[in-house]
């Protein structure tokens, strides 16, 4: 495949931010996939790990034929997914600091002039400006979605762009959530197709990775007399699992893709001649 400069700097409609974000990453994997290998995957691995211990070991101890054991359990359990659900946040914003990282030196400085060990000192601190933002945008749509989904829904799709904005502008967590806010009104449908078609793609390739695990629990319940207890299946179901949440943790480069590209593109419609970030 040729190899070119993909420019970001552009305005799209949603058929071409797609097309260029496949085109980008298809011609950008080996270095992204090596980088998020040495950096990020350790980590992905242990999420995986998390899960299947949550799925395996904490869910399998409910009774809920059983009124006292389940409120006595539920105290650890809670303890357990606030716990989780902290570590899965962790480890997204440590994928979107360090490919974030990559995006911001490939736009700035071209491809081929830069290398990884140029960038790794920043993977760390935009990581944790990623994390900051995540929290403040879980904390938004998890508000909006208590006092109706459709606010939740908003919330998550106008600040949509929030952590890019953040790592790649470096105006300020304030400054970022009002510029997410105001490119994306400026078009809001488009913005959340574009996030929708992301997350089924990451989704639609989770399922088919976890038909095998799927079949297996099905046909457990059905035929099996043996097997009553998700804890006691074989020990392939879970590293099937595991395998299918490190690949579709990977996966979420796709939707960061399509939002980086979005930024561009709304950028460029609503303020063409205003400098997006410094030159280094």
């Given at each position: 495949?040729?190899?070119?400069?993909?420019?970001?700097?552009?305005?799209?409609?949603?058929?071409?931010?797609?097309?260029?974000?496949f085109?980008?990453?298809?011609?950008?994997?080996?270095?992204?996939?090596?980088?998020?290998?040495i950096?990020?995957?350790?980590?992905?691995v242990?999420?995986?790990?998390?899960?299947?211990?949550?799925?395996r070991?904490?869910?399998?101890?409910?009774d809920l034929?059983?009124p006292?054991?389940l409120?006595?359990?539920?105290?650890?359990?809670?303890?357990?997914?606030?716990?989780?659900?902290?570590?899965?946040?962790?480890?997204?914003?440590?994928?979107?600091?360090?490919?974030?990282?990559?995006?911001?030196?490939?736009?700035?400085?071209?491809?081929?002039?830069?290398?990884?060990?140029?960038?790794?000192?920043?993977?760390?601190?935009?990581?944790?400006?990623?994390?900051?933002?995540?929290?403040?945008?879980?904390?938004?749509?998890?508000?909006?979605?208590?006092?109706?989904?459709?606010?939740?829904?908003?919330?998550?799709?106008?600040?949509?762009?929030?952590?890019?904005?953040?790592?790649?502008?470096?105006?300020?967590?304030?400054?970022?959530?009002?510029?997410?806010?105001?490119?994306?009104?400026?078009?809001?449908?488009?913005?959340?197709?574009?996030?929708?078609?992301?997350?089924?793609?990451?989704?639609?390739?989770?399922?088919?990775?976890?038909?095998p695990?799927?079949?297996?629990?099905?046909?457990?319940?059905?035929?099996?007399?043996?097997?009553?207890n998700?804890?006691?299946?074989?020990?392939w179901?879970?590293?099937?699992?595991?395998?299918?949440?490190?690949?579709?943790?990977?996966?979420?480069?796709?939707?960061?893709?399509?939002?980086?590209?979005?930024?561009?593109?709304?950028?460029?419609?609503?303020?063409?001649?205003?400098?997006?970030?410094?030159?280094?």
């Amino acid at each position: 495949m040729e190899q070119k400069d993909i420019r970001f700097r552009k305005q799209r409609d949603l058929g071409v931010v797609i097309s260029d974000s496949f085109d980008f990453l298809k011609q950008e994997a080996k270095p992204i996939f090596r980088m998020i290998g040495i950096y990020v995957l350790p980590f992905v691995v242990l999420y995986a790990g998390a899960q299947v211990y949550f799925q395996r070991n904490v869910l399998s101890q409910f009774d809920l034929t059983n009124p006292e054991s389940l409120m006595a359990d539920i105290g650890p359990f809670y303890q357990n997914l606030f716990m989780f659900m902290f570590f899965g946040l962790f480890v997204q914003s440590l994928l979107m600091g360090t490919y974030y990282s990559y995006l911001e030196a490939y736009i700035k400085h071209g491809k081929g002039n830069f290398h990884l060990t140029d960038i790794s000192s920043k993977f760390f601190s935009n990581s944790l400006l990623a994390l900051g933002a995540n929290f403040i945008f879980v904390i938004m749509v998890f508000f909006g979605a208590m006092m109706c989904i459709v606010p939740g829904l908003y919330f998550a799709n106008t600040f949509s762009l929030l952590v890019f904005i953040l790592i790649f502008e470096k105006k300020g967590i304030s400054d970022a959530l009002n510029r997410s806010w105001k490119l994306v009104n400026s078009s809001w449908w488009n913005t959340l197709l574009i996030n929708l078609i992301a997350v089924v793609i990451v989704y639609a390739v989770g399922i088919v990775l976890s038909i095998p695990s799927l079949i297996m629990g099905v046909s457990s319940t059905i035929f099996s007399t043996e097997i009553t207890n998700p804890a006691d299946y074989p020990n392939w179901y879970w590293v099937l699992n595991a395998i299918s949440s490190v690949i579709t943790t990977v996966l979420l480069v796709i939707p960061f893709t399509f939002q980086a590209f979005q930024y561009f593109n709304l950028a460029e419609r609503n303020d063409p001649t205003t400098p997006l970030a410094p030159q280094e």
